[in-house]
RNA sequence: GGCCCCGUGGUCAAGCGGUCUAAGACAUCGCCCUUUCACGGCGGUAACCCGGGUUCGAUUCCCGGCGGGGUCACCA
């Protein structure tokens, strides 16, 4: 067979040497040690948890080198072809902190390694699949799918392996007139890949992930298709191509790409070019309704979907932090020793990378925002909220726009000092947490104390009300409190009630929680002394006199 | 089913042949602090999947089971 003549016959309008594709992407100029990483998502434009979590990686890698992390459509399959991908995805990773260097981009590519996206890359593909054909390396495939549904089928039924090899390769040999004749007929055909692999006695291939270690499987033996009958090219020579012509080191991506190995190592083995470094990650998982593991699946699962931390209000850089937790192992510990410094610092490690998959945990995230949310000043966090119910809670976003100085002061309540309160996790929590600061959404939410009686509680208020100076510091207004509850035989200090509990009613705890319940509605907040500053002398005294005659009404 | 990955408390995980009567964090329980809650402090419950080897000695190495996951497309 004379595959010049096939190749031209397959290929009559490519003329490009491929070998001038190595001169337009040169080595990159970088400094030693730099790594190169990319993202390649599919152009639906969704990027969900687990896309986040690999890209966190990628950026890190890149970064922490000093190398260059760029984004690369991956657009081979029309069938998921969505308008504005790559502006969705810059928009979600950056909301992140995740930024690429080179790349894709919402008003187009930048950077010398393009096109950036892969349906631009037409030209480069068929130049190297031309090649490979002339070698007699890939060859035109016509068999039909039902041909091939019927080989899967007798191959299912004789308990032999699936694919297309050996005997199972019926396009393998055809010859040249046999081909011109069947493409003249119009019949359409795939490029496949010509495997030297064998499939009875497969030699095994050793390849050293960054994360696993070696990992050893059998070489590929299958004829896989390269160059769809559209001229796209599949996953795999993309992948190839791509990431050798875009200097690619390091190749982070989900483990589910570790039975496709074999596949790539033969291809680059085939173009004559070294495999990039190789980091398969572990899948994020959930408890399925068996009880059991599982992967989280974008379809099922709404906790995979960026939008759900979003709806939430959770802040990106608690999110940020708590991927950074199941990606590196050691980084939780480093947190602790060093919970001043940013997540940056970090010396983060593929090789700490977890290769088991791990389970997402929310009291996990939640603690975590915690203590992340702690380290924000108030004023950005005000800011945050009205960004948040800009877009989610519209209906209460002018408690928000405009009050931002006055939100900040109610977020800051009690975080000075060295014991900081940290009770603010997330914006919709935050907002449900802080409400009774808000006229429209304040309400007596819980009951009285058990040991106060309704009229005991009404009293209260009353004397409450007759001393109450807005002007009292701390200290004065608490003792005020305390003769009120002397007043009316609740113990001054909640040790005398503890021991001697039959001369009191209770102490000075169910007062102060009467006056609170009047204050913000219910039983647990924030220092009652420090809310009332805040609402202000007119507010107080209205909300104490509400409750007191609503108590007496009933 | 073939192939591959993974297997330490409820969860995330240290451990890389003896220092393991197995660290830490979250969750949980109890106590302390305290006008409530939160924070903080102290303490408790709780784990090496099973069986064979190798070894003076296995959580750690090897093999076999078992369990979980992934993958076997002209999808990525």
């Known amino acids: 067979m004379d595959y010049d003549k096939l190749a031209d016959l397959l290929f009559p309008d490519v003329t490009d040497d491929p070998d001038q594709y190595e001169s337009m992407y040169p080595e990159r100029n970088l400094p030693e040690g730099a790594c190169v990483t990319r993202l390649g998502p599919s152009p639906t434009g969704f990027i969900h948890l687990g ?38 995805v810059i928009r979600s990773l950056d909301y992140f902190g995740i930024s690429f260097d080179e790349g894709a981009g919402a008003d187009g590519d930048t950077g010398a390694y ?124 993309a992948h190839v191509v791509d990431d050798h012509l875009m200097r690619t080191t390091h190749v982070v991506r989900g483990e589910e790409w570790l039975s496709s190995l074999p596949v790539h190592i033969e291809l680059f083995d085939k173009m004559g070019w070294k495999p990039p470094v190789y980091c398969h990650t572990a899948h994020l998982m959930k408890i399925g309704e068996n009880g059991t593991k599982r992967k989280l699946s974008k379809r099922k699962d709404p906790e995979l979907s960026l939008d759900y931390y979003r709806k939430d209000g959770y802040h990106p850089a608690a999110v940020r932090e708590y991927l950074l937790m199941l990606l590196n192992s050691n980084f939780e510990e480093w ?68 009050q931002e100085d006055y939100i900040a002061r109610i977020l800051d309540l009690g975080r000075d000092g060295k014991k900081p309160r940290k009770d603010l996790v997330c914006a919709s929590q935050i907002f449900e947490f802080i409400s009774y600061f808000f006229d429209e959404y304040f309400r007596i939410e819980e009951d009285l104390p058990e040991r106060v009686s309704r009229e005991d509680a009404a009293g209260i208020l009353k004397a409450y009300l007759a001393t109450y100076d807005h002007s009292d510091d701390q200290g004065t207004w608490f003792d005020k409190i305390r003769d009120i509850a002397d007043e009316f035989g609740y113990a001054r200090k909640p040790k005398d009630f503890k021991k001697n ?54």
């Open 335 to 402: 947190r602790i020793a060093n919970p001043d410094i940013p997540a940056d610092e970090f010396e983060f490690s593929v090789s700490k990378m977890s290769n088991s998959g791990a389970l997402f945990d929310l009291d996990k995230l939640n603690d975590v925002c915690k203590d992340v949310l702690v380290k924000i000043p108030a004023t950005e966090l005000a800011g945050f909220m009205t960004k948040w119910s800009e877009e989610f809670k519209p209906e209460a976003l002018h408690l928000f726009k405009g």
């Open 51 to 88: 896309n986040l979590f690999s890209a966190f990686a990628d950026e890190r890698i890149a970064h922490q080198s000093g190398g260059v992390f760029f984004l690369r459509i991956e657009d081979t399959d029309d069938k998921r072809f969505v308008e504005g991908a790559a502006e969705t």
């Open 114 to 237: 393009g096109p950036y996206h892969q349906s631009e890359r037409g030209a480069i593909y068929q130049a190297y699949v031309k090649r490979l054909v002339r070698r007699g390396q890939a060859y035109p495939c016509f068999m039909t799918e039902d041909e091939l549904a019927g080989i899967r089928k007798t191959q299912e039924e004789n308990k032999e392996n699936p694919g297309i090899y050996g005997k199972w390769a019926r396009c393998r040999d055809l010859s040249y007139e046999e081909v011109e004749e069947r493409i003249k007929a119009g019949e359409s055909y795939v490029i496949r890949l010509r495997s030297d692999g064998s499939n009875e006695s497969p030699k095994y291939i050793k390849v050293n992930d960054a994360i696993r270690g070696e990992i050893s499987m059998p070489e590929n033996s299958m004829d896989i298709v390269i160059l769809k009958a559209t001229g796209i090219p599949t996953y795999h020579f």
């Open 501 to 554: 509990p039959d001369d009191y009613k209770g102490h000075v705890g169910d007062v102060s929680t009467v006056i609170r319940l009047a204050i913000v509605g219910r039983s647990q907040s924030p220092d009652v002394w420090e809310i009332q500053q805040i609402l202000g002398k007119d507010r107080t005294e209205n909300r104490i006199r509400e409750f007191e005659t609503s108590l007496e009404r009933a």
